[in-house]
């Protein structure tokens, strides 16, 4: 079985399996164990199940006989919109340990029915090529590289791989709750498209990935803070509003059709989701995250420096609680809007 992004986990780089005890990660740690690829391992803990305890015991007992680190976490309770939370918390992990142990990679298992899972669930929703697209082979999260060996490889390669070689996995019985978007799509729809379209859809994603490589190529995308991004503007509402999911997915937002309409309403300048922010002055677009829902006064010198500036009004709180320099600011937004 081919393996995308090998070149990235090879020779001196340091690389942690996110792994689940399921079916896609247990067999991407044994292809990787094929591969000779060297890798520690991250496993997170929801409680949600009778299993999860057996889950984490399984990949403690992989660690011990392949020699593995292992890193635990326990997961508090999550009380509503589980798997966006649930999201939340595995990459803070994954953040936290990469800061602590240097991990180069996060080698995560999603493999080709969930990208197509996910841009059919898009695709309903009426969003553009950025958020259709989803997340790629190499991809970068708050400084971090994610790496998906099996992106361009099928759930059925990837049973048959496990069958064969007598592979122990735990299935999830909440992937069969059909009242849960994304089981509605894989069982309904995406494995049996999978099935009779497998080389056909490849083939449109590789490319749908190219032609949005170049029109991302074509924007001037700086990132002034972990949380805060600065785009010049085009003028024309459709790219701006391209650059703008552009920079909100780096931040780990995805619009919907919705919200795309009403950031166009407000002219750019909005709030988006719980935490995000969207502002603008007469040449550059602003697009950054809140840390928190609750904002610190703006002190009226940082104020004054930042109107002076053309700093927009909704940026501000995220700089003052950065200490960002004004200076250090101006000019990097000069440089930006000269086009450098």
Not at 11 to 26: C, I, V, W, Y
Not at 156 to 162: D, H, P
Not at 259 to 274: D, I
Not at 290 to 304: A, C, G, L, M, S
């Amino acid at each position: 079985m081919q393996l995308f992004g090998l070149d990235f986990l090879q020779s001196d780089a340091k690389n942690l399996l996110a792994f689940s005890g399921g079916a896609d990660s247990s067999a991407l740690f044994f292809l990787l164990q094929e591969k000779q690829i060297s890798f520690d391992m991250a496993i997170v803990n929801y409680g949600t199940r009778e299993n999860c305890a057996d889950e984490v015991a399984y990949a403690q007992k992989l660690a011990q006989t392949y020699h593995k680190q292992i890193h635990v976490f326990q997961a508090p309770a999550i009380e509503s919109n589980f798997e966006h939370n649930a999201r939340v918390i595995r990459y803070r992990f994954f953040k936290q340990l990469s800061a602590v142990h240097n991990y180069t990679n996060i080698i995560v298992a999603h493999q080709l029915n969930d990208k197509l899972e996910w841009f059919l669930m898009q695709l309903c929703k009426g969003s553009g090529i950025v958020s259709l697209l989803g997340f790629h082979g190499i991809s970068d999260f708050e400084g971090i590289r994610i790496v998906r060996p099996l992106i361009n490889t099928s759930r059925n390669e990837i049973l048959e791989y496990l069958h064969q070689n007598k592979i122990v996995f735990f299935n999830d019985v909440s992937n069969d709750d059909l009242q849960i978007k994304r089981n509605y799509f894989r069982h309904k729809i995406s494995n049996d498209l999978l099935l009779k379209h497998r080389n056909g859809i490849l083939r449109s994603f590789e490319i749908l990935y190219r032609e949005s490589k170049f029109l991302e190529s074509d924007t001037t995308n700086v990132k002034l803070l972990e949380n805060l991004y600065i785009v010049k503007r085009a003028y024309n509402e459709l790219r701006d509003l391209q650059n703008v999911d552009f920079a909100l997915k780096r931040l780990g937002y995805v619009m919907s059709f919705k919200q795309r309409k009403e950031v166009c309403k407000a002219n750019f300048s909005c709030g988006v989701g719980r935490n995000f922010i969207i502002d603008c002055n007469q040449s550059l677009l602003f697009i950054g995250r809140n840390h928190t829902n609750v904002q610190k006064p703006v002190p009226k010198k940082f104020r004054e420096q930042c109107r002076k500036n053309k700093i927009p009004p909704k940026i501000r709180a995220l700089l003052q609680e950065a200490k960002y320099n004004v200076e250090e600011i101006r000019n990097l937004i000069l440089d930006v809007s000269l086009g450098y």
